[in-house]
Nanobody
Framework: QVQLVESGGGLVQAGGSLRLSCTAS????????VDWYRQVPGKRRDLVAA???????HYADSVKGRFTISRDNAKNTVYLQMNSLKPEDTAVYYC??????????????WGQGTQVTVSS
């Protein structure tokens, strides 16, 4: 069974930076797709960044040039570097990871969410 554990959220002033981490535990062969979403209370969960292995990373227009998605395959960890943060970036951030397991199995899991609060 694969579990994703997120960390790195917190309170930061506008203009500051945070790096979110999402670590997958379990016997994982490879991570194929990585997505980051965010959600504010009462609204839908919106895609922030998405990247398939070897593919082109997609960023929401609202975060282009400020957020960067990356991964460390050796650590089964994916990151979301967030720079020049704005109050409107305040949300709970979720990672979503799809990958392969032994015996031709696959996983598609969500992290537990981490709160990011940007003060003005």
């Amino acid at each position: 069974q694969v579990q994703l554990v997120e960390s790195g959220g917190g309170l930061v002033q506008a203009g500051g930076s945070l790096r979110l981490s999402c670590t997958a535990s379990g016997t994982i062969l490879s991570i194929k797709f990585v997505d980051w979403y965010r959600q504010v209370p009462g609204k839908r969960r919106d895609l922030v960044a998405a990247t398939p292995t070897g593919g082109t990373t997609h960023y929401a227009d609202s975060v282009k040039g400020r957020f960067t998605i990356s991964r460390d395959n050796a650590k089964n960890t994916v990151y979301l570097q967030m720079n020049s943060l704005k109050p409107e970036d305040t949300a709970v951030y979720y990672c979503n990871v799809y990958g392969s397991l032994p015996d031709d199995d696959e996983f598609d899991e969500w992290g537990q969410g981490t709160q990011v609060t940007v003060s003005s």
